[in-house]
């Protein structure tokens, strides 16, 4: 017993004082905490909230597990003898992204001047303010924004020289005039931060605005269905598919949205089913509110939905036809850049869009830290108490935010990205972002080499199996 070790002054095989200040010399080395790594502190509570609350835990941002392979394990391998860079500061790298180019099915196709893209994030998650700034933040650079569940907002549709219109499958706001007047459309079969289920905006957004669009009664929860009513597979997906050209006229393309689960069978069903454009969220997408258990452990991560996706539109022979937008964590040019190596086609960003324009900024910092959060951790989207402004439907908060200073900060974030990519893409010899390919990367680890089938660094061959 090791108390009675230390207690027993009479004993001359004991130690006089412990190695460790406060641990009792003889007492286990686990003395202060038990060190569980099953029943961490972390663990335990999560018990205990729950057996209070007596229900899952909800909250916003993004996933926290830990586990994840992410893109950082993969580092670009530029142009040195085998290959010759482009001239950083003389030579133009092509960043023009074309989404939906299907003569026949699609008249207008998106033209942007980068591959990078604001992500769908409704009104209701997001205060009108923030989406008229992410309008005007994307169009300053050519870029384009879409409107999220909950229909379209007549600021947002201003403001956003590009606007792709979402359609949920809870309809809600659905409107056949909205639909005509956006330059594309998509249909969401679900995101990546909460795959399987449909939307959830808590009740303190509920706001008598949001509520009056979404036909709802006010600060109650509003949990969306996940299931389109009129398709149930890809049959029905197909007439669907044919209504929606010819709702538009055959002017926009069509885009499915999706979260990355089998992403090598879901994508191909998309493509084949007729979509121009497929969207796919990684599991680190992220979300306005979701259970925090499927942020942590639903859908797989981005860095191996790339390749997934990529062989299967190759697999039903749509590779040219049908384009792929990767999202979910993309945090700026260097994740950008990569998943272009690994084959998307362009690249949607909703979280770094937010922070850029003031998300977690050091601001109103006795209001984070009522939150009990402060600037740099905050991730409490769920409770509409978003001290910027940005996740609010809140007036006095709402109005915190500067829309010009906003849509100035998210296109020069936009501005920045764009210019990072081009930088890795001319030190590898590109004179187009869309030129750079799976060559370009080497993985760090076994695992990257495994998802991606990029070649290991100095092995130079991929893992495998
Ligand atoms: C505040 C917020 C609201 C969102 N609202 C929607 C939505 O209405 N519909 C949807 O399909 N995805 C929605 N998303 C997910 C984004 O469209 C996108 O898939 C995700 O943000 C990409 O991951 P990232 O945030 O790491 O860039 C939302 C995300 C955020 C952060
Ligand atoms: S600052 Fe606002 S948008 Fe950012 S994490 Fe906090 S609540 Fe969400």
């Not at 406060?22 to 080395?29: N, Q, S, V, W, Y």
């Not at 050091?362 to 740099?376: K, S």
């Not at 764009?418 to 930088?423: K, Q």
Request: aromatic share 4%; with cysteine.
């Amino acid at each position: 017993m090791a108390d009675d070790l230390t207690l027993d002054h009479d004993d001359p095989a004991a130690f006089v004082a412990g190695s460790v200040p406060g641990r009792p010399a003889g007492a286990a080395a686990s003395y202060e905490s038990g060190d569980s790594p099953r029943w961490t502190p972390h663990a335990i509570a999560d018990v205990q909230a729950k057996a209070q609350l007596g229900r899952y835990q909800v909250r916003g941002f993004s996933t926290f597990q830990r586990n994840l392979p992410t893109l950082d394990d993969l580092v670009f391998v530029p142009a040195t003898m085998t290959r010759l860079p482009l001239e950083g500061y003389r030579e133009d790298c092509d960043t023009r992204t074309v989404l939906g180019d299907r003569p026949g099915l699609v008249e207008n196709p998106i033209e942007l001047d980068t591959p990078v893209y604001i992500a769908s994030m409704s009104f209701g998650a997001l205060s009108a303010t923030a989406k008229a700034a992410l309008g005007h933040g994307a169009s300053r650079v050519g870029s384009m924004t879409c409107t999220g569940e909950g229909g379209m907002l007549e600021d947002e549709r201003e403001a956003s020289d590009v606007l792709v219109y979402q359609m949920t499958p809870s309809r809600y706001m659905l409107d056949l005039d909205h639909l005509r007047r956006a330059d594309a459309i998509e249909i969401a079969v679900g995101q990546g931060a909460k795959p399987g289920t449909g939307g959830l905006l808590l009740g303190m957004k509920v706001s008598q605005r949001v509520a009056d669009m979404r036909t709802l009664p006010v600060e109650v929860d509003q949990r969306s269905t996940v299931r389109h009513p009129d398709f149930l597979g890809a049959d029905d997906l197909r007439v669907k598919i044919e209504e929606l050209r010819e709702a538009v006229d055959y002017r926009v393309p069509i885009f499915a949205k999706m979260g990355a689960t089998r992403p090598r069978y879901d994508v191909a069903i998309a493509a084949k089913a007729g979509v121009d454009v497929i969207v796919l969220d990684g599991m680190e997408g992220g979300t306005n509110a979701a259970p925090e258990l499927l942020l942590d452990h639903t859908g797989i991560p981005t860095i191996a939905a790339i390749r997934a996706a990529r062989e299967a539109l190759e697999d039903c022979g749509m590779a040219d036809e049908v384009k792929l937008v990767v999202a979910g964590g993309i945090r700026g040019g260097v994740d950008a850049a990569k998943a272009l190596a690994l084959g998307a086609d362009a690249v949607m960003i909703g979280t770094a869009a937010l922070i850029a324009m003031g998300c977690n900024s050091p601001c109103f910092v006795e209001d984070y830290e009522a939150m009990g959060t402060a600037p740099g951790r905050c991730h409490h989207c769920h409770t509409g108490l978003c001290p910027v402004g940005i996740q609010t439907q809140d007036p006095e908060l709402e109005a915190r935010l500067d829309v010009d200073a906003a849509a100035e900060r998210v296109a020069r974030f936009l501005t920045a990205t764009t210019m990072e990519i081009s930088l890795l893409a001319k030190a590898c010899g590109k004179s187009s972002v869309h030129n750079l390919e799976p060559e370009d990367l080497r993985a760090l680890t076994l695992e990257a080499a495994a998802f991606t089938g990029v070649d290991l660094a100095g092995i130079d061959r991929p893992f495998d199996w």
